[in-house]
């Protein structure tokens, strides 16, 4: 849980897919209200350039990394980087995340491994180097989820196996660190309009072409954030929508037959069939 601006003006929020989307609406909201230094990581230095000017702009301290987060060896460079320039670390919202659209027979080894990197590994492996940090700060880490960990989505086998992993690895872990005073909000939204479904990975690796399928309502990452930002101050340990995706959660685990069924329909384009 993260406390108000004038209890402490040295915290650090360390925030992964930072440059746009969910990732940016999270910092400005956080901004807006906590006085810290904000460590933004993403893939591109242009658009990092971009909010650090912004955010200096406001008078906020920030500092950038440009960080390939499917690439192990640039992760454990990030991580020894942030644990010799900060003792604590407030808050790590392990927020970047990648997809692909395709058939699980029409998806490439090469494509599942990366979706599971940065989806799976990058968070842990975050949180595992910064543990320290953490713990001195008695700090949350806030992982970005997604409800296609609890319930399958066609066309996402490997988006849904990453998420599934993430949620398992952090309900284990919350409970292990629990008495070191670390705390872990599981944040698991439905569909958003954010960036990582206009890059989708088609199977062979490119960009997915065909329009994506959906379930429940579009938010925009500006609601999302805010949303995050109040099950923090809560101290809330998961957070889930309150759509029809979280009823299609319970009817998978109650019916799942029938929750199949409803699926194939709806995603019939991911399968390549009409109505």
């Known amino acids: 849980m993260v406390t108000s601006q004038s209890e402490n003006l040295q915290k650090t929020f360390v925030i992964t897919g930072a440059?746009?989307?969910?990732?940016?609406?999270?910092?400005?909201?956080?901004?807006?209200?906590?006085?810290?230094?904000?460590?933004?990581?993403?893939?591109s230095t242009e658009k990092l350039r971009q909010r650090e000017a912004q955010l200096r702009a406001l008078d906020v301290r920030v500092r950038i990394y440009t960080v390939d987060l499917s690439n192990y060896l640039a992760v454990e460079e990030l991580v020894e980087s942030l644990r010799n320039e900060y003792l604590r670390v407030d808050l790590l919202v392990n927020n970047a995340g990648i997809t692909h659209r395709s058939l699980s027979s029409q998806t490439s080894s090469a494509v599942i491994r990366k979706v599971m990197v940065v989806n799976y590994h990058a968070p842990v492996e975050l949180t595992q180097g910064l543990f320290a940090g953490l713990k001195a700060a008695s700090g949350c880490v806030v992982n970005i989820s997604s409800m296609a960990g609890w319930m399958?989505?066609?066309?996402?086998a490997g988006y849904c196996a990453a998420k599934s992993a993430l949620h398992q690895y952090f309900e284990v872990f919350r409970e292990e660190v629990r008495n070191d005073g670390v705390s872990v909000l599981m944040v698991y939204p439905s569909f958003l309009a954010t960036a990582i479904e206009q890059n989708a990975l088609a199977g062979d690796g490119g960009q997915a072409r065909h329009q994506r399928s959906t379930v429940g309502a579009v938010r925009s990452p500006e609601w999302m954030a805010n949303q995050i930002l109040t099950a923090l101050e809560k101290g809330r340990e998961r957070w889930f929508p309150k759509d029809i995706s979280l009823i299609g959660a319970y009817l998978y685990r109650l019916a799942p037959t029938t929750f199949l069924k409803q699926l194939r329909r709806r995603f019939r384009m991911e399968l390549g069939t009409t109505p």
């Open 19 to 43: 440059a746009e989307g969910l990732g940016w609406a999270i910092t400005l909201c956080l901004a807006k209200k906590y006085r810290a230094e904000f460590v933004l990581v993403d893939i």
């Open 152 to 156: 399958p989505v066609l066309g996402r």
